[in-house]
């Protein structure tokens, strides 16, 4: 979307629950429409990404730019989960 934000967060819950219960190894999310992120979108990712993790799947952020960059780099959440330009 291209605000994930606390008023767009939870019309994805069902969607983020799929992928969880998915037999894939990676998982990327595609944030390249995504202009704003707050809390509440970085914390329902982090949320997957904890989830994801613990099936030792992988959790990758593709085309991470603008505000949603200088968040999420500024919280350091490309330390824990990798942004990548391409699949």
């Known amino acids: ?40 979108g970085i914390g329902a990712i982090v949320f997957l990404y904890k989830r994801i993790e613990k099936k030792n799947h992988k959790l990758m952020l593709l085309n991470v730019t603008g505000q949603p960059y200088k968040l999420m780099t500024l919280l350091r959440v490309d330390k824990t989960i990798p942004f990548v330009d391409s699949i």
């Open 1 to 40: 979307p291209s605000d994930f934000s606390g008023f767009t967060v939870d019309g994805f819950k069902d969607e983020f629950e799929k992928l969880v219960e998915t037999d894939s190894k990676s998982i990327v999310l595609d944030l390249s429409k995504t202009e704003f992120i707050d809390s509440s």
